[in-house]
């Protein structure tokens, strides 16, 4: 493990930078059944800059992961642009797409199921770098020892299978096998919610390290907002496919744009008996609604404490706007939010 | 009401014994809310499983009393547990949809419970259900009860497991992680339900879970578990604000809080929890404690009184020396022995996989995995 020396969190990268990931109205629908359309992400617009770390987080089937894996062309986007580097890769087919890939990777959630039980360590490892032919020989032993100690694992366990290793063990392969390439972003699908709390923070560490060390982007996808807003400079929202609230962590915590956003913070239970005996629930009726028939209007006016229904919120979908700068929401009545 | 007694259960598997409780005594008193924290494999859900007799082969339960209304549990013949399973202790899983039987409707699930243990009339049976799933604050509790369990949402069918698990009055309930498969805005939904239950009815609850937000929420007093055994226990004040086994303090500090200052680096624990068949000698706990001193290779500690009132942790130096000795409060280091710079003596440095020594050498740097 890299020593317990002060790494701070990278500053925030300046405004005018160029992004290095713009995704624009990007759409994905899956077809179930005859007639019926899944809107996973319907409509979703934001930028990432370089060295900047995005936090996505929402509820279990809010499209987070989609989105993850529209970013990163393992779903080809319905509608939408993706546009990385400059280059827009929902337009790109084979070769040319495989090419861009290199410098776009992914690490998923579940340690187990995401690194193939018949590969060695080191083959897992290499694969990406025999795939695109960069290393052969020697020094792909070599680079593969190199990976194995940036992510704290012995050198010498690029023999050994999967099997052997724990848990958190197997999510620093992962990320070996993600550094491999030297991408400019790595998606991390739930990187750490597989993963016993002792185990969490060490992960979380080691992205942190290897983001100053690599300048490394992020776009970090989890249900967890404490571990989401650890890690980010900035983050995302999302509720039935949309988002609905972008903010620094900083700004994200203290004051709320969005109904949605102040219930999902309230609900957190914190390790604290005394803050926990007063805490306030924003209390939200019923359950997420089916993706499949989304609710007219605001997706969210179905559960929202503040609502206008019948009325404009059950009528027309609030787009995501600037309320003030730097601070993205979409919400009819996003100035009445603090006083839920 | 009920005392475990020096409670120990294995697991008997190819590779060994697998020593998943070892030497866990504690009491649950009438209407009280006891949380037992600890990460996987630490022994939690075994020890609930073993109040129940619900351990299932090759485990068994090796040694300790299990002592409810002076029976003793752990005696008991299968008929005498049956009868005590769902009437007077009943239990929540995690996973809802696998513990409900997809092609019964809930309403007979629930029924099904009632009737097993003849506590309530059989005519009120029916009445009863839908005023439980009310009560569960399930919506449309008369129509709701002829729904099969794939009708219902997963916040729905924790309900529905509640609602069977309270169907007979149960004194204690225990609840396995009731909270770990649901989303953390319905997650509090559910312990506002199991807050109100506890305070209306009584129940006294057991909380399984390796949140401690969760349990820092409902729980009055706390069990902190590691590698199958007791470090401790206390009040829920006691235990967060004033953690006195290094693992607690550890475990408390690793957490990425919502409404901590994001700048700082979280003080991980380093290492892995120990092998359950060979754990290693002394206290479990040494190969990841940053203040471990030479007594903790060689001899494990009991659980002690701590301090002045019903605080316990099992540990030779407790954090307020480690504090007055140690400056445990400004450390950063949290490798092991960092901040008593003890090492493990000679004849154990295979066992205890000490990252001090190993980052002098460096062909060997890194984690090496436990028992391969």
Redesign the interface.
Known sequence: ?A??A????PPSVPEAAEPLLRVTDAVKHFRVGVAATVKAVDGVSFEIRRGETVGLVG??GCGKSTLGRLITQLLPVTSGHIVFNGVDLATLRGETLRQQRKHLQMIFQDPFASLDPRMTVGDIIAEPLVNFGVIRGKGKDARVQEL??LV??????NN?YPH???G??RQRIGIARALALNPELIVCDEPVSAL???????I??LL?DLRSEFNLTYLFIA?????V???SDRVMVMYLGKIVEVAT??DL?HDQRHPYTK??????????????SQ?R?V??S???PSPINPPSGCHFHTRCPIAQVPGICSEEDPPLEEKTPGRFAACHFSDKVASI | MLEVKNLSTSFFTDDGEVKAVRDVSFQLNEGETLGVVGESGCGKSVTALSILGLVQRPGKIVGGQILFKNNDLVEADPEELRQIRGRDIAMIFQDPLSSLNPVLRVGYQINEAMKAHDKIAREDVSARSIKLLKQVRVPDADRRIQDFPHQFSGGMRQRAMIAMGLSNRPEILIADEPTTALDVTVQAQILELLRDLNQEMGTAIILITHNLGVVAGLCRRVIVMYAGRIVEEGTAEQIFESPQHPYTWSLLRSLPRVDSNRRERLRSIEGLPPDLIAPPPGCAFNPRCPFRIEKCFSEDPALALVGTDSQRAACWVTMDRAYKEMGAKDITDTRPGAASGVRPPKELADVVIDERTLEAAPEDQGELVGGS
């Open positions: 493990m020593a317990e002060a790494v701070s969190l509820e279990s194995l100690r704290g694992l012995n050198p010498y366990f050994r052997e290793f724990s958190g063990q016993d709390v002792s185990i969490q923070a060490q979380i560490n942190a249900h967890d907002l404490s571990v807003r650890h890690i962590s900083e915590y219930a999902l913070l309230s609900a957190i239970p914190l390790p604290d008996p005394r803050v926990e805490r629930l209390e939200l019923g359950e997420i």
